[in-house]
């Protein structure tokens, strides 16, 4: 077995390579097993790093060493490779997938915790060529979570307080924008403010849109908000930050699925765990059990379920 340690220096923290090197060697110590450290030069870099590993055969450990975005190159390098698994050792600015762990997601940032973790199957989405394994998002939702980098740059501004920001400076240049959707079999065209594709249950830095959505279910939890006005959205930007859409009804819809298509007359943002696409059709497509994640032994998600492997 080889583990694999990526370390993202433009995390949103900016981890201290030479640190995290020295941390990961401390830990490593007492194992005679194979690792390496690598630091990653460019973006893609570790999703192209991951994929070469992965390709030469053998079973492979990644720990992207950095927050979501980290995570998914990770994701995407190892996707395609029953011989790998990945976790995160989360030190970004707002690490929200581990967040889904609830009160096990501190022992995300414990490296013996996920050396010695368990593997387990989840879902990804895929969505305009790249793979998911939180949440993916279009419309006013895109907009602001692929602009919190931009802010969170700031040492001031923690990743809560960064989408907030995000938030405000969107909200002036407009709320809605017509789309053309295709989900389970009906098709709708008209005006909406987004739409979020959940595979996890954070992001943002905190929102919580389904408190009850699975990574491993097979399905999607997507919501769909129709056009409102700025004033209207501010009223309900709160509840769907806490998961309480099945309050709002008349504005957003829940729909589980295993796929759903959107078509816009331009390219527009498209949110793929925090990171920047764009295009104007937009397929966002469950792959079941699409990559092997590693997570703490004995976690409440680890209970709960049957590993698929587990380190010695």
């Not at 998914?72 to 929200?96: F, H, I, M």
């Amino acid at each position: 077995m080889k583990h694999l340690f990526i370390i993202n220096p433009k995390a949103g923290k900016k981890p201290d390579p030479a640190a995290l090197r020295a941390e990961i060697d401390a830990a490593m110590a007492a194992r005679a097993e194979n690792y390496e450290v690598y630091v990653t030069k460019a973006p893609l870099d570790a999703a192209e790093k991951v994929r070469a590993e992965a390709a030469a055969g053998g079973e492979l450990r990644v720990y992207a060493c950095g927050g979501d975005g980290t995570l998914n190159e990770c994701v995407n390098g190892a996707a395609d490779y029953a011989n790998a698994a990945v976790t995160n050792y989360a030190c970004g600015s707002g690490n929200d997938f581990v967040r889904m762990f609830g009160e096990d997601a501190g022992r995300f940032t414990h490296l013996e915790e996920l050396i010695s973790g368990e593997v387990f199957p989840l879902d990804l989405i895929e969505a305009c060529g790249r793979r998911s394994v939180n949440i993916c998002s279009i419309g006013f939702d895109a907009r602001v979570g692929t602009d919190v980098h931009k802010y969170t740059q700031n040492p001031l501004i923690s990743g809560g307080f960064g989408y907030i920001v995000s938030l405000a400076v969107n909200l002036v240049k407009g709320v809605n924008c017509p789309l053309r959707l295709r989900v389970n079999g009906e098709e709708r065209s008209g005006s909406f403010a987004l739409a979020c594709a959940c595979n996890g249950r954070f992001y943002g830095g905190g929102f919580n849109p389904v408190p009850d959505a699975e990574p491993d279910d097979g399905l999607l939890d997507l919501l769909i908000v129709k056009a409102v006005s700025r004033l209207k959205f501010l009223t309900l930007v709160g509840k769907y930050a806490k998961g309480r859409y099945a309050e709002m009804k008349d504005v957003i819809t829940h729909v589980r699925c295993t796929e759903a298509e959107f078509e816009s007359e331009a390219p527009i943002p498209v949110n793929v765990d925090g990171e920047l696409e764009t295009a104007s059709r937009i397929l966002f497509k469950v792959i079941p059990r699409g990559i092997r994640f590693i997570v703490p032994r004995a976690s409440a998600f680890a209970r709960a379920r049957q590993p698929v492997s587990s380190a010695n």
